[in-house]
């Protein structure tokens, strides 16, 4: 079965770093986009990052130039490195993927930017 495990969410100050991870299998990793979301506060989820198989990368215009998305095919891996973070990245951040027209999701990792 599909399984998505995030990790690497925490508590950071305003300017800090982490790199989230989501651990990826039961399904044909290396031929899918993999997307990362980000839900905030009482807000709807939102995608936020996508990768192709390739690895070319389309990210949401409030973290271009912060957050960096990749990922490792032999490892199943896909990545979320979140730089310089603010206040409005206070959320919770899930992996994603759309396989054989279903859209399954991890449990989530929670990033919480406060000074």
């Known amino acids: 079965q599909v399984q998505l495990v995030e990790s690497g969410g925490g508590s950071v100050q305003p300017g800090g770093s982490l790199r989230l991870s989501c651990a990826a299998s039961g399904f044909p990793f290396s031929i899918r986009i993999m997307n990362w979301y980000h839900q905030a506060p009482g807000k709807n989820r939102i995608l936020i990052a996508a990768i192709s198989p390739d690895g070319i990368s389309n990210l949401a215009d409030s973290i271009k130039g912060r957050f960096t998305i990749s990922r490792d095919n032999a490892e199943t891996m896909v990545y979320l490195q979140a730089n310089s973070l603010k206040l409005e990245d206070t959320g919770v951040y899930y992996c994603?993927?759309?396989?054989?027209?279903?859209?399954?999701w991890g449990e989530g990792t929670r990033v919480t930017v406060s000074s």
């Open positions: 994603n993927v759309l396989h054989n027209g279903v859209d399954y």
